[in-house]
């Protein structure tokens, strides 16, 4: 008996049962003591408390992901209201945003391809054909904002680069922040500028015939200039022909004149405020990594590029690509590599020339 009301006691202090074998338990009931028998029931086992601790690690877990999906809702709610109430201003916005997370994505490609670069110890000219074209297209994005980047460096001056940005996004902002309108008005205002140079570049070749020694080759400069003039397109024989002319003096990369070199520039979308031999190695430089890109487009196959490849492709050698159908582009940028991939490093000139003779006239679009 004494046994018992100890167990009692002891059973009712700790809040638990005491078991006493596989089919005995010992339950409390409210003034009743005493053994009984059968199997546990569920709330005769031990209680835990109802609260889940977590650690520290998934207490952060947890508070990270509330903040991110509240952002996100915020961000939603933020969005339909400036959708709804200034729309233009909107556009604007999604736009930049948009930009911004391609130029990041850009710049981590490009900083893979350098990495990859550097440990197979390769050159730029043995990269695949889009590895080419995304460094060279990321450099020239990267020289464009590094203006931008110089104003916004004194203090305050983000303000004055938001406003610039504004009102001029053709000259300072890259392609990713142009809205897709704009993206057809600025290549229509930059193939406007480039194509003021053509007949320019074409008096000059004219000027030049006089100075070539062999008669062959005046016959097949005068003839060529002559199509020109009569909005005829020439074919990649035509100018093929030429090649020797434009190897040496008086058309070599090394013997044109200054007010040449700036109409080239002009031509290649470069500025022509610089001094002579400046101008003369930023041709070089242009026109070799686009022989280079030739190269790896033979080996890739003009028909593995994508419809948007093929016209941008086609408006860096000089074509205005934006209104003109892909086939015809992919026929344009053919006659283009049968020229490029049969001239030699000493022989660019010609293909630098190309980018006038071959785009002027190309279906009637001397625009």
């Given amino acids: 008996m004494a046994l018992s009301r100890a167990c009692c006691a002891r059973a009712a202090l700790w809040g638990s049962a005491v078991t ?3 089919f005995v338990t010992r339950r409390l009931h409210p003034g009743r003591s005493g053994l009984a028998w059968g199997p546990p029931r569920v709330f005769d086992l031990p209680c835990r408390s109802s609260k889940l601790h977590l650690s520290p690690k998934a207490d952060v877990k947890s508070l990270i992901s509330y903040v991110v999906t509240k952002t996100k809702v915020i961000n939603v709610k933020y969005h339909r209201f400036l959708g709804r109430h200034f729309p233009r201003f909107y ?3 999604t736009t930049f945003m948009k930009g911004l997370q391609m130029l990041w994505a850009d710049a981590k490609k490009a900083r893979r391809i350098k990495t990859n670069m550097w440990k197979n110890n390769l ?3 043995q990269l695949p054909y889009r590895e080419m074209e995304h460094l060279r297209q990321f450099r020239q994005d990267v020289i464009k904002c ?3 980047g110089i104003i916004s460096i004194p203090p305050f001056a983000n303000y004055l680069v938001f406003l610039l940005m504004y009102l001029f996004p053709r000259q300072l ?3 990713h922040f142009w809205t897709p309108k704009q993206q057809i008005d600025f290549l229509d205002v930059y193939h406007g500028l480039r194509k003021q140079s053509h007949p320019e570049i074409v008096s000059y070749l004219e000027k030049a015939i006089p100075l070539i020694s062999d008669a062959g080759l005046r016959w097949h400069l005068t003839d060529l200039c ?3 003039q009569r909005s005829t397109h020439p074919a990649a024989p035509d100018i093929l022909a030429l090649r020797e002319c434009f190897s040496d003096h008086p058309l070599g990369l090394n013997h044109l004149q200054a007010v040449h070199m700036k109409a080239l520039s002009r031509a290649m979308l470069l500025t022509p405020y610089l001094p002579p031999p400046l101008l003369r190695h930023r041709l070089k430089t242009r026109i070799a990594v686009i022989h280079q890109l030739d190269g790896a487009l033979v080996k890739l196959g003009i028909g593995q590029l994508t419809a948007q490849e093929v016209k941008s492709a086609c408006y860096l050698r000089g074509l205005d690509s934006t209104h003109i159908t892909e ?3 992919r026929t344009w940028l053919g006659e283009w ?7 030699k490093e000493a022989e660019l000139s010609l293909l630098l020339h190309s980018v006038v003779l071959l785009s002027t006239n190309y279906l009637g679009t001397g625009r």
């Fill in 226 to 228: 002559a199509k020109m």
């Fill in 123 to 125: 050159k730029f000219h």
């Fill in 173 to 175: 902002l890259v392609q």
């Fill in 337 to 343: 590599l049968q020229i490029s991939c049969s001239l």
């Fill in 20 to 22: 006493l074998g596989p």
């Fill in 91 to 93: 556009v604007l916005y």
């Fill in 327 to 329: 086939d015809r582009c």
């Fill in 146 to 148: 590094l203006f931008l």
